[in-house]
């Protein structure tokens, strides 16, 4: 069978371009040929090996959508989507529901800026795309990464219910390799780190989506023992956000710059925080619990649903996050080294339930049937 798989843009640390590469060696192994369909900014050497590939020009969702709709028709026998397109036999909605996101974002903006968003045609692009697979049958079927974007298709858009799968997210086996204290030690030393320093670790880009500026809050608020420090990985201009907290507050913060080797930080840290407005399941987070860690996240975010507050982390909601008082509550009571070792078997077990391998075997059953 001729299976076509759709993505756009390319990054160089994108969790769906890697996704794709381990989804193309599943369909190989099962006997079908897929082909990739997606911009030009493919490099061919990280282009998925074994697949064919076609370049779909557009220099935005519509423009890609409409090449890609005169491109598929004759070379498929299934098409398999990451982007949002007019229609495709299945449709991985790995990026939530942008209707979904643009109502939280207004409930935490000043009036005019979402009025002003209107003017925007990228959003006008994206929810009328969005609009053509939930609502009017475009997606034949609808893969969702969490129980939270499946809930918002079928309360947005009318989608039946029996047209959404949910499948988590998965992380391939190298992730759940078992972090040494010799490990730990060094990366710790690296980053400076005292012994008895509190290391929350923060990862990701749009931070205001993120929630960076909440956390920071609730950073300020923690007591001087143990020590805090807020490492932030990821790309981001610092000063705006750091206004709302004060000097002491500032001192706490490490500002890292984008990081490739996210494990070296999952190894120093000793939680993990993601205050987030809006992610359909947040693959950091996932990536934190495999090496142990306790992740607070909020109930915006599709991971909260797979872990048990109290012994894999905490679960809030995203207004509690606005000031910072209850997360610096939350992180306070995670400070303690003996509560995090006597749950951290705990954590790791919960982890190795979301492998890779499980996710491409789930999605194959649903785009295949």
Known sequence: MNIGLVRRGYSPTGGAEQYLRRLVVALEAAGHSPTLFASSGWPPEHRPAGSGFVAVPGGNPRAFANHLAGLTAARCDRLFSLERVWRCDCYRAGDGVHRAWLERRARAESWWQPLLRTFNGKHRQIL???????????????????????????????????????????????????IADHERAAS???????????????????????????????????????????????????????????????????????????????????????PTLYDPFANACLEALATGLPVLTTSANGFSEII???????????????????????????????????????RLAKARNFTIEKNVAQTLVVLLR
């Open 128 to 178: 009328a795309l969005e609009e053509s697979l939930f609502a009017r049958g475009g997606a034949g079927k609808v893969i969702a990464n969490s129980e939270l974007v499946r809930r918002e298709i079928m309360h947005h858009y009318g989608t039946p219910a029996d047209r959404i799968t949910v499948v988590y997210n998965g992380l391939p086996a190298e992730y759940f390799q078992p």
């Open 188 to 274: 710790r030393a690296n980053l400076k780190l005292a012994p008895d320093d509190y290391a929350i670790l923060f990862a990701g880009t749009g931070w205001e989506r993120k929630g960076l500026r909440h956390l920071l809050r609730a950073v300020d608020r923690l007591p001087d023992s143990p020590p805090p420090v807020l490492l932030v990985a990821g790309r981001g201009h610092p000063r705006p956000f750091l206004r709302s907290v004060s000097g002491k507050g500032r001192a706490r913060v490490r500002f890292l710059g984008p990081v490739s080797d996210m494990r070296r930080l999952y190894a120093a840290a000793d939680v993990f925080a993601a």
């Open 308 to 346: 048990e507050p109290g012994m894999d982390g905490e679960v809030f909601d995203p207004v509690d996050a606005a000031t910072g008082e209850g997360l610096a509550a939350l992180l306070a009571g995670w400070s303690n080294p003996a509560r995090r070792t006597a749950t951290r078997q705990s």
